[in-house]
């Protein structure tokens, strides 16, 4: 028997579901968000039904019968801190999606929707989540910021950059646990890795305050002018967007798609200086995860939607090829990555995590 399973993946600036046929791709769709539709909810939690009508209206177009899915599998959000495989979504991680333990993103919603659609089926089929943002290998030392009260903590592109690491181990023969890479997702977040023998010992918060600034996201910021923004009476909310959905090349130039920034950069100095500058600092931050594996990186990967651009990944190779080959995987591998988990555990070859 075949089985089929629905794979949502709810990000900063689209909605993307796909639907496979054990390994097969059937059905793929990535609903784009502008910063202006985005925008008009207050919270991440408050686009829950936005989010999830649009998902069932597109299923229906498409002749979709959500009767046949086995399995539906949400990209995981910002629950606790915990190892990376696939967890059955449960009371306790619906608790903390609802109120976020680890602060508020789009993927927080993956987990939602998939145990929504599962209850309105019966609970025929399940709901699961994979390699959430939230995955923690740190190395000790990468914890220190230079504060006690501020911890350096993990949320990164877990799932596209563990699915993107064994993608390439598997094309040069090896194991992903034998390699040392830096891995580099671009998309409405950026987040830069060193992936050392399987593990991520290091690497950039890409949600609200670290590394690159982001199509939508201000990165590190200077503290002494953040302090002084923190007093000048703009609301707590206003400032936590200037960090996340409103910084970043949406505070320079306005959109968030960098498709029609790099289409203006062509011919407009200023979108041409913005993107080059996202561009200069994800190169920095590339070169500071490749002296945390002390140089010895056996390549340098760029995924993520951004990794489409020609003109950013040849600005960011052109930078870093001294450290390491650069190896390109334009989009995400998310989708498939989401589906495997979940076929693998259909299959009784894989078993789901309790989240605790």
């Given at each position: 028997m075949?089985?089929?399973i629905l794979?949502i993946?709810p990000?900063?600036?689209s909605?993307k579901?796909?639907?496979f ?8 769709k ?5 910063a202006?539709e985005i ?6 939690a408050s686009?829950?039904s936005?989010?999830k ?7 229906k177009e498409?002749g979709i019968?959500l ?6 599998v949400?990209?995981?959000?910002l629950?606790?801190?915990i190892?990376?495989g696939?967890?059955e979504v449960n009371?306790?991680?619906i608790?903390d999606?609802?109120?976020p333990?680890m602060g ?5 919603l993956?987990?939602l ?9 019966g609970n025929?089929?399940?709901a699961?989540?994979a ?7 740190l190395q ?7 504060h006690?009260l501020l911890p ?10 563990k699915?993107?690491?064994?993608t390439?181990a ?5 194991k992903?646990?034998?390699l040392?890479l830096?891995?580099a ?10 992936h050392c023998q399987g ?5 950039n ?6 590394g690159?600034?982001?199509?939508e996201?201000s990165?590190?910021l200077?503290?002494g002018?953040l302090?002084?923004?923190?007093y000048?009476?703009?609301?707590k909310?206003?400032?936590k ?10 505070a320079?130039?306005g959109p ?6 790099e289409?203006k ?6 979108y041409a ?9 994800i190169a920095?931050?590339i070169?500071?995860?490749?002296a945390?594996?002390k140089g ?5 990967l760029l995924?993520?939607?951004i990794a489409y651009?020609?003109?950013i990944t040849d600005?960011i190779?052109?930078?870093v090829?001294?450290?390491a ?6 989009g995400?591998?998310e989708m498939r990555a989401l589906a495997?988990n979940g076929?693998?555990v259909?299959k009784g070859?894989?078993q789901?995590?309790?989240?605790k």
């Open positions: 075949a089985y089929k794979a993946n990000g900063s600036t909605t579901i796909a639907i046929e054990d390994d097969q791709q059937i059905f793929v990535t609903i784009r968000h502008s202006e925008g008009s909810f207050p919270t991440i686009q829950f936005y989010r009508d649009i998902i069932l209206s597109t299923l498409a019968s009767s046949d899915i086995h399995a539906i949400g990209r995981g959000g629950i606790k801190p190892e990376s696939i967890y009371a306790e991680m608790r999606l609802k109120v333990v508020e993103h789009a993927s927080n993956g987990g929707i998939a145990q929504d659609i599962a209850q309105s089926l025929r089929a399940k699961y989540i390699d959430p943002v939230v995955v923690d290998e000790p030392l990468a914890r220190l910021s230079g006690p350096r903590v993990s949320i990164f592109h877990a799932l596209n950059q699915a993107i690491a064994r390439y598997a094309e040069v023969g090896k992903y646990e034998d040392n830096v891995i997702h671009m998309g409405g977040g950026v987040s830069v890795s060193a593990k991520v010992v290091d690497t918060n890409a949600l609200d305050g670290d690159p600034f982001s199509p996201r990165g590190g200077p503290t002018g302090v002084e923004l923190c000048s009476g703009k609301p909310g206003e400032i967007k200037i960090l996340k959905g409103e910084g970043g090349v949406v320079y130039l968030n798609d960098m498709r029609m920034v289409e950069a062509a011919s407009d100095p200023r200086q913005i993107q080059e500058g996202m561009c200069y600092q920095k931050e070169g500071s995860m490749a945390v594996l010895k990186v056996d390549a340098i995924t993520g939607g651009g020609k003109p600005y190779t052109d930078m090829h001294f450290i080959p650069v190896k390109i995987y334009p995400e591998d495997l076929l693998m259909l070859q894989l789901p995590k309790i989240y």
